[in-house]
């Protein structure tokens, strides 16, 4: 398949056409650097004038697209234009030329053409000098870095500010970039742990519902659905409550009266009393420092609670203990319920209680484990987590 040749920019033919205009100009009102008699003129004629011009002009519209090519060409031209009577503006798109090999071309090419033009300047300067021995001579070197060396410089010094520039927009893009991961990480994780929260904080009370009303509907006893209704509205109490703490976090308005939103450890008194409220056999025993940090209170506090609320719709009938150690400067909870043959839960349940458990331990750098074990009265469910104490950070 044929590839076809890169379009010339339009700025560029335009300057090409202005360009080419502006020598013809001279050319008609015969405005020419040498005289026609001059002892470098050795193509006679005004119209030889215009081949380097048309050239040079034709290669100024392809000096973005094809800039190597169009210099190496140019340069041709600009030796055919000096055994002429020559043309100003042919000289002057040259230059354009040299700029334009340094801008666009590849680094390579524009740091050769920058050295090339250099050394060019040099020996046009040193060589006059030691042939001819007059300091008009100087004035070649001159010439020679005014159409060849300063547009190369400048092109360099483009060049290298436009190579910054596009630098520092990378630099802000990826900036930009990362600082959006990031946030949408942030997001991320506030919205896994606010479904912890909500989780922990509504599951146990919306489960002791659920079991003491599909109680009172099925036993035709009004001292048992009294004492169902009762429970139920405990819990729906305490699961509101729960709510406003939660909702109060989320908007986060400054109120110093608003309700502690973090429970600690200091709660599992209570928290273990509305569980036997809900009819679980539980005994607690705590054994810890007085100070722990508050990330490990709360997760300590959210593992007995989930732990408990599964007890409640999975465990078979028999006691539930809880019991928390801090021997060695890490604290280990453990909670164990009986485990038996079971068809249906009391409450139906989705398994986030142990994926959100077991992503409480993993942020503090902990251990957790939960599953079936043989124990002496038979089988039991263990949920046994260990969080690390650091020091210095008291709830």
């Known amino acids: ?13 335009r300057a090409a056409l202005a360009g080419l205009l502006g ?9 020419a650097p040498r005289p026609a008699d001059g002892d470098l003129v050795l193509l006679e004629g005004r119209w ?9 002009a034709a290669c100024e519209a392809v000096r973005r ?3 190597r090519t169009a ?5 041709a031209a600009l030796t055919v234009d000096t055994i002429t009577q020559g043309n100003l503006v ?38 006059p000098v030691a042939v001819w021995r007059v300091p008009e001579a100087v004035l070649v070197g001159a010439v020679v870095g005014l159409v060849a060396f300063m547009p190369a410089a400048t092109g360099s010094i483009v060049r290298n500010h436009r190579d910054a520039a596009d630098a520092a927009r990378l630099r802000a893009e990826q900036t930009a970039l990362l600082a959006e991961m990031d946030r949408a990480q942030a997001v991320a994780s506030e919205r896994a742990r606010m479904a912890r929260e909500l989780h922990d904080m509504v599951a146990n009370h919306l489960s002791a519902i ?3 009303s599909t109680a009172a509907l099925s036993l035709d006893d009004p001292d048992t659905s009294r004492q169902a209704l009762g429970v139920i509205r405990e819990n729906s109490v305490e699961g509101l409550a729960e709510m406003r703490r939660l909702i109060g976090i989320l908007r986060d308005s400054g109120d110093d009266d608003a309700p502690a939103a973090a429970p600690t450890l200091d709660g599992l008194g209570a928290l273990v009393e509305g569980a036997r409220t809900n009819g679980l056999d539980v005994t607690l025993d705590v054994d810890h420092e007085d100070t722990l940090p508050a990330p490990v209170g709360l997760a300590a506090y959210r593992i007995v609670q989930e732990s408990l609320t599964n007890a409640l719709k999975h465990a078979c009938p028999g006691r539930v203990t809880v019991t928390l150690r801090q021997p060695d400067g890490s604290l280990h909870i453990e909670v164990t319920s009986p485990y038996g043959d079971r ?8 398994g986030a209680g142990l994926v959100g458990m077991r992503e409480r331990v993993a942020l503090l750098d902990g251990t957790f484990d939960a599953g079936p074990e043989s124990a002496e009265h038979g089988k039991i469910w263990a949920v046994r987590a260990t969080l690390p104490v650091t020091e210095g950070e008291p709830a």
């Open 343 to 350: 068809h249906d839960p009391s409450a139906p349940g989705s």
């Open 1 to 13: 398949m044929a590839v076809r040749p890169p379009r010339p920019h339009p700025f560029d033919v």
């Open 71 to 75: 210099l190496l060409v140019g340069w």
């Open 23 to 31: 020598g013809l100009l001279l050319w008609g009102m015969q405005l």
């Open 90 to 127: 042919t000289v002057v798109m040259f230059t354009d030329l040299v700029y334009a090999a340094v801008v666009y071309s590849p680094p390579a090419t524009a740091r050769r053409v920058l050295w090339i033009s250099g050394a060019l300047t040099v020996v046009g300067t040193v060589v």
């Open 65 to 67: 697209t094809l800039p």
């Open 210 to 212: 659920a079991i003491h």
């Open 48 to 56: 030889w004038i215009l081949l380097p011009l048309v050239v040079t």
